[in-house]
């Protein structure tokens, strides 16, 4: 170096630096090694930064004063050091002779403070508030600066004058400016010009936040001060970053997929071409018996199926390149960490040999002590960095997946659909989009933790020596053990998830259908049947927690037994071996270390394979066949029919075989065509073809124009009934009162609490049946669409009001005229009316024309009319509907003759019709039916209006369904005592004693280990090996022990725990009365049953392990750097009460974030469910791009309070290592001042416990938090475990005798009752009598109370006044199953649940086979169901869906013959059956039930003309009630009833 500073300037004097008391640094050091290194970073960095700025440019700032003025200061900085050059150039000069560095220098530092100037206004020009890059620098340069500073002044002060005067000045100028520019660039500018932040009502702070704030997150401060203060809403959440909204990031995803997608396809169809040339003759006759010439789809499908393997597009690939490259920033931040960790041993090292050399100077050892402070800042900052990257990114991931899987949704097939339930479509969303989250946060572990094993293992090495091997082995021989565990551990979450899975569509069924089970008193069969699965799910959590607790003693044993090993293989491999502190305590600062990486590897494998699982979930399901948006043409204009389908061949999947073949129907624009035909003869299949909902096999399918759709079962969404209607379409008063008009809305309206504005229910639960008809219809015709498809709308909704609807809306003067319509219909009064018909046989048409013409041809559907006409003239027009029959298909024969035995034998004619019906529907259900439209909605209809409200209450207090209530406010200890009990008081204690064994355990050994190296120190040689060797050990292994028997216990509680908690919710909730489920929407009840029974099942037992294991080991290192430096007690009080201050901060804010975050959650799934249940309703409109950007919405809401609570625990995490590392500094430098009075034994012992309390405060912290958040889940199962229950089942004291009701007498005595607290009444002061066996129908207009009259009967609700007496017995006195199980009903809606046929008939195993095949047997279900292979154990889908409506009818009246008691209630089905079997269950009523008292609600007066009294209901009060013949004569209301009907003159 003596060219750069000459001779006098020397670079380095060893005696003046580190032996000296006073040190200080040559000055040639000064000018070059501190002046340079500032300016190295500057340069090096700024071409990166520059090129970072180009791309990511957010528009110009303003210059601001204080832009101005650290230009200035920058500029003036460059004139300072270029003063310097040119004196040095002045010296030369003046003949003083100078050495290179003085011009080096300040040509270097001048250049640098230019390059600084400048990216000052550059940053300004690209809208950077605050530098990063700048701010290191300036700090450099003032940390380099101060030595100097120091120096100068030392010089100053020891010599008379200060020599070289002007580079003195300079220097303190330089020295000023630098400081300034720091605390300037501490300050931030202002945003840039029409930014986000400008516009937005509450952006993130992060966006405008100083480079100072971003690192410590002090941004974030603000939010935990107000969540402290009060609990934080939903309003006082910052926006979304514009970065992570589902715009930004679904579309990232979306895009890399497609390309995916098109790889796959393209390498497919390169590989299959060889293949496709020569069809192998195996192909030719694969569907069994078919037809042997195939179509070359079908070849092609079947090659690409043999070789599908290789061409799956990789949905990993997508991922990756979506989401890697933000990732890989965290990454670098990780190996950073990952290298400043293992500087703090090596201080330790040299800290304890600091503390046994006598003479060193004392500025040593604090300069050590600062510098273990600083690394460990350093890496705090570093860390949660790359915490923050990952978060974001899994973030990010989440909201990416989500919106591709809903964007799927909309789009896949119906045999996609059929392959996965609504259920598992919404795990996808929630559990494995979830996982992947969950995921990316450890992902860096996977290169990380080999990388610090390795680095740990180099440093071992240089301290032990070869002995490190042998800890080593041990290592190596747990990671086998570790991942045999993680394995297993996969296989049960596995087969837990699979009886999840099972568990929860049960109790969704149940749900769904709690409403029949009430009726039924079938509650315990299921609550049985749920209880078996849950006790199934336990075992397998039992058996993960033996496994767990075993990984818990190998993770906590393993470092120990590694330095156990090492520790008695070095001082037992040689004699001269000494285990000294310095080796002892910095061997174990590095075991500990390598702790952490050797168990989150497992872990991370094993989150890798179950993210592995969710991956090929979503990958499989993202890959599902799509509808084919061109199989109908909408385009085509060039013919005069706007509706036109040619050769058509349609069917629901693939493999399936065609439902519809050689359909031929042209439709005139502007035309009526109804589309007529028996049940399942493939009309809604014709209707779904026209919408592109199936799948085209050939044909042309063309549809002019947009199309408004009304679905067979009306869907409806959960909002206000006006929404319903518009459907996203802008509000046009007149148009929407006139819609109303003719939908026949208006009198409803009246009726319901909050007018239009009323928001219904889930599955439009607060509506009637036909109400949800009608509101169909009003949407329909309000989107003024041009073709209109309506498939059976009039079968729902009573006579009067059909016609009323065919007059003002579809038929040739209705509000549709000059519009295409197509109707399908059972209305045969309004077939004249039409333009054309189509007649379906089969799936085939058989005939089509205009009403005379068909008549004249005499063919099939003149049959068809004079037999409907014979009998029904009646019933015409209450339609009949065929809900999903339609999409069964039969063998040809069995119809077939039938068909020509219609048209030949006159005379057989009717019986024939009779056989051919009944023949259909026994036929009907061997073919599947795959339509998912219904399944969720059977259970839901209950007729529920509020109806006497006359007086319209103001809107806003009519929210059916309250909001979902987050608490607010600490956890109630309480919540801690409930968990605590249900674990058990005693096993609670016994698990706390153990932990603290455990601890004491552990800190035994540490100081036996302490004092055994004290003895080297002592004399420098080893006494008494095996002794030492054993102590050690055994107290090692005992803590070993103890943490197995802990984790067992612990595990066997939290089963315990979590089995009660279940059964509490699971008891109570079937004994929730209905109006409960009324009002809560079922999502909200399947989330306890689903996502908080999870948490308590799996992620609080967890928790609770985890906190108990660091409060213990923080607890014991206090303990530890007390007891050897008890100064360090006085340190403690200050940091205490700073920890408890931040986390009581944290704890307030982060809990709310939590809950706000589980609230705006279940929008996102029950939005969900909703969209795919009325998929086909939302594509027919075309409104799927406004469901995507409302789904889009709610994900972004739910993410704005995920985000803070991301930040949330950076915030903590920075805050409480800061205390952590202030615990190093106090014990470090303590060790320093007390270096006399201490052995190196305890230096080593406290310090490097310090060293791992860090890890430990920040998870007691969150461990804290997660606990508080995971017990709310307990308190919102409490919570549902606990809501009013209805009357007890049984009460033992007023039993009635079992063969009660014997007559069947049945009284009201001023009877009222009302829907819930609140409402008014619905049936007021009613009383009547009627006597055993009567027959009484009730009748009235919809909402006048007729199925309020049955509830009463069967206390589903309780009276609010007057009572109901049958046979003497007051009913409201006795268990609800006594009452329940001796009536019996034949629902409106019939629901049946997944499981056996002879389950769903008979739940209790009451019944002999021979009982359950007569019910069978009379209620025409005997052929049926003998056909069928599996007879009684036909399995029955989720929600019957495998049966046609109408043979769910009959089995409920199969149901019914079984239980056969003696008051029968019969809520007549108004739709869904056609008129056979309508008439099958009244013959089969009026044999079976003749003795019996039978209640019928009546839509078709004529099913209740023969009853012995009829009453009428209106406004809930009885208005008549008399014989069917006295009333007519009277004239009243059942007059014009029976008149509109036309059953009266």
């Given at each position: ?28 050091f ?8 500032p ?42 050091c ?5 004196y ?14 003085y011009f ?27 530098s ?9 340069s ?18 008379s ?33 029409y930014c ?18 971003t ?7 603000s ?22 909204s589902?715009?930004v ?31 192998p003759?195996s ?23 043999q ?50 050399q006598?003479?060193?100077?004392y ?15 350093l ?16 973030m990010n ?29 919404v ?9 992947f989250m ?48 993680a ?40 609550k ?13 959590l039992?058996?993960?927690?033996y ?102 061949k349609f ?7 065609p ?57 409806i ?32 309206l ?18 009637s ?20 498809l ?14 009323h609807?065919?007059?003002n ?14 109707l ?21 048409v ?6 005379q013409?068909?008549?004249?041809q ?56 009779k ?21 969720k ?13 006359e ?27 409930e ?40 004399n ?8 030492r ?17 802990s ?20 008891a109570?909730?079937?004994?929730t009365?209905?109006s ?21 099942d ?14 213990f ?32 901060f ?8 939590k ?10 799934y029950?939005?969900?469910s ?10 027919a ?7 995507v ?6 994900v ?24 952590g ?28 416990y ?8 920040n ?42 009701p014997?007559?069947g007498?049945?009284q ?9 607290e ?9 009383t ?24 009463c ?12 007496t ?15 199980s ?10 049946l ?37 599996a007879k ?29 008691t ?19 269950i ?20 004529n ?6 009294r ?8 009885v208005a ?11 004239r ?5 009833m ?8």
């Amino acid at each position: 170096m003596d060219w750069l500073c000459g001779p006098e300037l020397q670079f380095w004097i060893t005696n003046e630096t580190f032996h000296a008391d006073q040190p200080d640094l040559p000055e040639c050091f000064q000018l070059s090694v501190l002046s340079w290194l500032p300016c190295i970073f500057l340069w090096a960095a700024s071409p990166f930064y520059l090129f970072y700025l180009k791309k990511n440019n957010k528009g110009y700032i303003m210059m601001s004063i204080l832009n101005r003025v650290k230009t200035v200061f920058g500029l003036l900085l460059w004139i300072v050091c270029w003063t310097d050059l040119f004196y040095a150039f002045h010296q030369i000069r003046q003949g003083h002779g100078q050495v290179p560095i003085y011009f080096i220098t300040p040509l270097v530092l001048g250049m640098t403070m230019l390059l600084a100037t400048f990216l000052i206004q550059y940053e300004r020009l690209h809208g950077v508030q605050s530098s990063g890059v700048l701010f290191i620098f300036w700090f450099l340069s003032v940390v380099c600066a101060i030595v100097p500073f120091r120096s100068k002044i030392l010089k100053a002060s020891n010599q008379s004058e200060v020599p070289d005067k002007l580079r003195f000045i300079t220097f303190y100028f330089y020295f000023g400016l630098l400081v300034f520019e720091l605390i300037l660039c501490c300050f931030n500018e202002k945003p840039p010009l029409y930014c986000d932040v400008v516009t937005d009502p509450n952006p993130c702070p992060e966006t405008t936040a100083g480079f100072l704030s971003t690192v410590t997150f002090w941004w974030f401060t603000s939010l935990a001060i107000k969540g402290y203060k009060m609990p934080l809403e939903a309003k006082d959440l910052w926006s979304l970053n514009q970065r992570d909204s589902s715009k930004v990031m679904v579309p990232r995803l979306l895009k890399e997929w497609d390309k995916e997608q098109a790889k796959a396809r393209s390498e497919a169809i390169q590989s299959s071409q060889a293949t496709y040339a020569k069809p192998p003759p195996s192909t030719t006759n694969h569907t069994a018996g078919g037809p042997t010439e195939n179509s070359p789809e079908e070849v092609e499908v079947l090659l690409s199926n043999q070789k599908a393997a290789p061409h799956q597009p990789s949905f990993l690939h997508a991922l990756i390149k979506a989401f890697g490259p933000y990732f890989l920033i965290g990454s670098a931040f990780k190996l950073l960490q990952d290298v400043i960790t293992f500087v703090n041993p090596q201080l330790l090292r040299m800290l304890i040999s600091f503390t046994k050399q006598e003479k060193a100077p004392y500025w040593w050892g604090y300069a050590l002590a600062i510098l273990m402070f600083l690394t460990a800042l350093l890496q705090t900052l570093i860390l949660h960095r790359h915490f923050q990257y990952c978060f974001i990114t899994g973030m990010n991931v989440r909201t990416a997946l989500i919106g591709a899987i809903y964007r799927k949704a909309l789009v896949i097939t119906n045999a996609a659909k059929r392959s996965s339930t609504v259920g598992e479509i919404v795990n996808l969303m929630s559990v494995d989009a979830q996982r992947f989250m969950d995921l990316t946060t450890f992902l860096n572990m996977l290169w990380s933790a080999p990388l610090q094993i390795m680095l740990a293992l180099y440093f071992l090495w240089q301290n032990l020596g070869p002995s490190v091997l042998a800890g080593v082995a041990v290592m190596v021989m747990l990671i086998p053990l570790n991942a045999f565990i993680a394995m297993k551990t996969r296989a049960y979450q596995v087969e837990q998830m699979q009886y999840k899975d099972e568990r929860i569509k049960l109790m969704n069924e149940i749900l769904n259908g709690i409403k029949v089970l009430k009726l039924y008193a079938w509650e315990n069969s299921f609550k049985d049947r749920v209880l078996a699965i849950r006790q199934k799910e336990l075992n397998v959590l039992r058996k993960t927690a033996y496994l767990g607790a075993l990984s818990t003693m190998a993770w906590t044993s393993a470092p120990f037994l590694v330095a156990l090993t090492s520790f008695a293989v070095f001082v037992t491999v040689d004699e001269k071996n000494i285990l000294d502190a310095e080796k002892a305590f910095v061997s174990l600062s590095l075991f500990n270390i390598l702790r952490f990486p050797l168990n989150m590897l497992p872990q991370v494998i094993s989150g890798l394979v179950q993210a592995s699982v969710s991956l090929k979930r979503i990958q499989s399901f993202l890959s599902h066949d799509e509808l084919d948006p061109n199989s109908v043409d909408r385009k085509n204009s060039s013919t005069e029919f706007s509706v036109s389908v040619v050769n058509g061949k349609f069917t629901w999947g693939k493999e399936d075989p065609p439902v519809l073949h050689n359909m031929n129907v042209m439709v005139p624009q502007g035309s009526l065509l109804a589309v007529v035909g028996h049940v399942g003869c493939g009309k809604s299949s014709l209707i779904s073809a026209l919408l592109g909902d199936m799948e085209k096999l050939e044909g042309e399918v063309s549809v002019r124009g947009s199309v408004a759709y009304v679905p067979q079962q009306a869907w409806i969404q959960n909002a206000t009934l006006r929404n319903n209607i518009l459907f996203g379409k802008s509000y046009d008063e007149r148009k929407y009162h006139r819609v109303l008009d003719a939908c026949a809305l208006t009198p409803d309206l009246e009726v319901l609490p909050g007018g239009d504005m009323t928001e219904i229910g889930e599955k439009g639960i607060n509506l009637s049946g036909g109400q949800r008809q009608r509101v169909s219809l009003a949407r329909a015709l309000y989107s003024d669409a041009d073709v209109y498809l309506l498939d059976d709308p009039l079968s729902a909704v009573d006579a009067h009001v059909a016609k009323h609807i065919f007059d003002n809306l579809i038929g040739p003067e209705g509000a549709l005229k000059g519009k295409t319509r197509i109707l399908v219909t059972h209305g045969i009064s309004f077939l004249p009316q039409v333009d054309n018909i189509v007649v379906m046989v089969e799936g085939g048409v058989s005939e089509m024309g205009s009403y005379q013409e068909l008549l004249k041809q005499n063919g099939a559907f003149a049959e068809f009319l004079r037999n409907y006409a014979l009998d029904d003239t009646v019933e015409e027009d209450e339609a009949i509907e065929d809900l999903l029959e339609d999409e069964e298909f039969f063998p040809d024969d069995v119809l077939s003759n039938h068909h020509t035995d219609m048209v030949d034998n006159e005379p057989v004619i009717n019986e024939a019709r009779k056989s051919f019906m009944r023949q259909i529907s026994v036929m009907s259900s061997e073919g599947e039916n795959f339509r998912c439209r219904s399944v969720k909605r059977h259970g839901c209809s209950q007729r529920k209006h509020s109806v006497s409200q006359e007086k319209m209450k103001p809107p806003e207090v009519q929210k059916l369904i309250q909001a979902e209530t987050a608490e607010t406010g600490r956890v109630k200890s309480k919540v801690y005592l409930e968990y605590a009990k249900a674990v058990g008081p005693l096993l609670s204690v016994i698990i706390i004693l153990l932990y603290g064994c455990q601890s004491a355990a552990s800190i035994g050994a540490n100081i036996w280990l302490s004092q055994w190296t004290n003895d080297a120190s002592g004399n420098g040689t080893q006494v008494d090996v095996p002794m030492r060797v054993g102590v050690y050990a055994a107290l090692g292994i005992t803590q070993g022990v103890l943490v197995m028997i802990s984790s067992f216990t612990l595990a066997i509680g939290n089963i315990g725990a979590a089995k009660k908690l279940h059964f509490n919710l699971l008891a109570n909730k079937l004994h929730t009365p209905q109006s409960f489920f009324d009002t809560t929407p079922i999502g909200r009840i399947i989330n306890r049953f689903s996502k908080d029974i999870y948490v308590i099942d799996e992620a609080l037992p967890s928790t609770v392990l985890m906190f108990l294991g660091t409060f213990f080991v923080s607890l014991s290192t206090l303990i530890v750097i007390i007891s050897s430096t008890p100064i360090f007690a006085v340190a403690i009080v200050p940091l205490a009460i700073i920890y408890v201050f931040v986390q009581r901060f944290y704890v307030a804010t982060s809990r709310q974030l939590k809950r706000l975050e589980s609230v705006s959650r279940s929008p996102i799934y029950s939005h969900f469910s909703e969209t795919i249940t009325g998929s086909s309703v939302i594509r027919a409109y075309s409104r799927d791009t406004a469901f995507v950007l409302m789904s889009d919405v709610k994900v972004d809401e739910n993410q704005k309070s995920y985000y803070p609570g991301i930040v949330s625990n950076r915030w903590l995490g920075v805050r409480i290592e800061f205390i952590g590392n202030c615990i190093v500094l106090f014990a470090a430098l303590f060790a320093v001042t007390g270096k006399e009075s201490l052995n190196p034994g305890l230096v080593g012992l406290s310090v490097s416990y310090a060293l791992q309390v860090t890890m430990s405060l920040n998870w007691m912290v969150r461990m804290t938090s997660d606990l508080e958040n995971n017990i709310v889940a307990v308190e919102r199962v409490k919570e549902y475990s606990e809501t009013k229950t209805e009357a007890p089942w049984e009460v033992e004291d007023k039993k009635p005798p079992p063969e009660w009701p014997m007559t069947g007498n049945v009284q009201f005595q001023n009877y009222s009752v009302r829907y819930r607290e609140g409402l008014d009444l619905v049936l007021r002061n009613i009383t009547l009598n009627v006597k055993g066996g009567e027959k009484i129908g009730i009748v009235g207009r919809t909402g006048a109370g007729k199925s309020s009259m049955t509830l009463c009967l069967f206390r589903l609700l309780e009276a609010a006044a007057g009572e109901i007496t049958i046979d003497d017995v007051k009913i409201a006195e006795i268990g609800l199953h006594d009452l329940r199980s001796k009536l019996t009903i034949i629902p409106q809606e019939p629901v049946l649940f997944s499981g056996t046929l002879r389950m769903n008939l008979d739940p209790f195993e009451k019944y002999s086979d021979e009982d359950v095949w007569k019910a069978l047997e009379h209620s025409h279900l005997h052929r049926f169901v003998s056909n069928q292979s599996a007879k009684l154990e036909l399995e029955c889908s989720e929600g019957g869906e495998n049966l046609s409506v109408g043979q769910r009818q009959l089995v409920c009246l199969a149901r019914a013959l079984l239980r056969k008691t003696r008051i029968l209630v019969l809520d007549e089905a108004t739709a869904a059956i056609d008129l056979e079997t309508d008439d099958l269950i009244q013959s089969t009523i009026r044999t079976q039930f003749d003795d019996c008292t039978v209640f019928t609600i009546a839509h078709r007066l004529n099913t209740i003309m023969d009853y012995t009294r009829v009453l009428v209901l209106d406004k809930g009060r009885v208005a008549e009630f008399d014989t069917p013949t006295n009333l007519i004569s009277r004239r009243g209301i059942f007059y014009g009833m029976a008149k509109d009907a036309g059953l009266a003159q």
